[in-house]
């Protein structure tokens, strides 16, 4: 008995419906299983989106968060105190000099 060749012709088709069949079933699932999307794309782009909405979120809290400081004048203040300290170590190593 000898094995025959794939159906590719219709008399090969009639004469092994069998194998036609299986060779027709084959086909259809290679066919489908390169037809598969991505399900990961969406995934990704998701992500991406998310990351961009979070970084916008975080810069427009840091934006607030010195808003209210200048607000309320802990800013002012801060520079205030780092300005006499600036002054002061000059001063001093100015009259260093000096002497």
Do not use: H, W
Not at 43 to 54: A, D, M
Request: aromatic residues 10%.
């Amino acid at each position: 008995m000898t094995i025959p060749k794939m159906p590719f012709n219709f008399n090969a088709f009639v004469k092994y419906p069998l194998q036609a069949v299986c060779f027709i079933l084959l086909a259809y699932f290679v066919y489908k299983e390169f037809r598969k999307k991505d399900e990961c794309s969406d995934l990704r782009s998701i992500i991406s989106k998310q990351e961009k909405r979070i970084v916008k979120l975080e810069s427009d809290k840091d934006n607030l968060t010195n808003s209210l400081l200048v607000k309320n004048g802990i800013i002012d203040e801060i520079k205030k105190s780092t300005d006499s300290l600036i002054r002061e170590k000059v001063g001093n190593e100015a009259k260093k000099i000096v002497q």
